[in-house]
């Protein structure tokens, strides 16, 4: 309706806009772990502001014009494009990622919280700042969107194909380093699970208890299998029916 179409044209345009939105979301479970977190936020923030511009513009300079309206209307599709792929599903997936275990619950809690009260404000408010100005509401979200992408340069470090960790170890060598967790991530090659253990240990998130764990298990098994178990002097209590 901002866009100065008929009710029933608007119908149409709802029905595509939703279908769009759908097919959209497909990709998402290929780029996610190939491409990564960091550019699928990058690639919606920049895309989503750029949408807006182009819906902006168009409104801006007089939305009543068929072709003017068109283009607008071009700019909501390419929104929900890049929203359907990028921003859609990552806010799900990476708080949990990126904070510790002491963490993880409260702070996946807070941005679910978060998530569902900033999209119940934008259902809210959103026909009444188009209302009062029919572009001002576009070109308020095309500027959050861009305040967006330094902020995730700067300080979202990329976490595909990472243990978690792989994470806590990211963050704990960027607090040691006094760097950017980004540049941690980039330059941290992937590493092993004794890797991990060794990195971590060194940061002090955590401690080795035993220099070979593969001869602990090998010993653990081998003394249950002898009824004694690993590292006791003298052999094991008898069973009770063997008393008997």
């Known amino acids: 309706d901002s866009l100065g179409q008929s009710r029933r044209l608007s119908l149409v345009l709802g029905g595509i806009f939703a279908t769009i939105y759908?097919?959209?979301?497909?990709?998402a479970f290929f780029l996610i772990e190939r491409l990564g977190r960091r550019p699928l936020f990058l690639i919606g923030a920049i895309g989503q502001g750029t949408s807006f511009i182009i819906t902006f513009a168009c409104l801006a300079a007089g939305g009543n014009h068929e072709q003017n309206?068109?283009?607008?209307?071009?700019?909501?599709?390419?929104?929900?494009?890049?929203?359907?792929?990028?921003?859609?599903?990552?806010?799900?997936?990476?708080?949990?990622?990126?904070?510790?275990?002491?963490?993880?619950?409260?702070?996946t809690s807070v941005s679910t919280c978060t998530n569902w009260l900033s999209n119940f404000a934008v259902v809210m408010f959103t026909p009444v700042f188009i209302q009062s100005s029919q572009w001002g509401a576009y070109l308020f979200f095309a500027v959050m969107n861009f305040v967006w992408v330094p902020?995730?340069?700067?300080?979202?470090?990329?976490?595909?194909?990472?243990?978690?960790?792989?994470?806590?170890?990211?963050?704990?060598?960027?607090?040691?380093?006094?760097?950017?967790?980004?540049?941690?991530?980039?330059?941290m090659p992937k590493l092993s699970?004794?890797?991990?253990?060794?990195?971590?240990?060194k940061t002090g998130l955590t401690t080795t208890t035993s220099k070979n764990p593969d001869s602990d298990v090998e010993q653990h098994t081998a003394g249950a299998a002898e009824g004694t178990e690993p590292n006791s002097e003298g052999p094991s209590t008898p069973s009770s029916h063997e008393n008997l």
């Open 22 to 27: 759908a097919i959209s979301t497909i990709p």
């Open 69 to 107: 309206a068109k283009g607008a209307a071009v700019g909501l599709y390419l929104f929900i494009v890049f929203f359907a792929f990028t921003i859609l599903q990552l806010p799900w997936v990476y708080p949990p990622e990126v904070n510790p275990m002491r963490t993880r619950t409260a702070a």
């Open 151 to 187: 902020i995730i340069y700067f300080f979202y470090p990329e976490t595909k194909q990472r243990t978690l960790e792989e994470i806590d170890l990211i963050f704990a060598k960027a607090y040691e380093e006094n760097k950017f967790a980004f540049r941690v991530a980039n330059d």
């Open 193 to 201: 699970a004794g890797e991990i253990g060794s990195e971590l240990a």
